[in-house]
């Protein structure tokens, strides 16, 4: 079962780079305060900006206690240029492409930009 979930979230997480970097658009949720945030299922005293690669990711993912966000596009070049650093300076990782029981990779801000820039250069 384990394994399945990790192999199933470098997938997502796969088709998050792929798809972003042809859309060039991530996938937020947000409310009147804010966006999403939340706490890491893998590292303790860390903080996790969960986003999608589409619309409908996100939306699936906007229930129980998130019920009152909605889905909110970010430009990719801005995430990159912009949330990436932000993110980065404050501590916060990134989760990927989490599925509507908010499981998936959690990964380091660098990293995800790294693996984004790769797929723009293709």
């Keep these: 079962m384990e394994l399945d979930l990790t192999i199933n979230s470098i997938r997502r997480y796969e088709k998050f780079i792929k798809r972003v970097s042809e859309s060039k658009m991530v996938w937020g949720l ?5 966006w999403c945030i939340c706490e890491s299922n893998e590292y ?40 990436i650093y932000g993110m980065n300076e404050e501590g916060i990782i990134v989760g990927i492409n989490w599925n509507a029981k908010l499981i998936g990779l959690e990964v380091e801000p660098f990293d995800l930009l790294d ?7 293709r």
């Design 44 to 83: 303790e005293d860390t903080e996790v900006m969960p986003f999608w690669s589409d619309e409908a990711y996100a939306r699936q993912c906007a229930i129980n206690e998130w019920s009152h966000n909605k889905p909110t596009s970010i430009p990719l070049d801005v995430f990159m240029n912009n949330w």
């Design 30 to 34: 947000m409310n009147e305060k804010g």
């Design 115 to 121: 693996d984004l820039e790769d797929a723009l250069k």
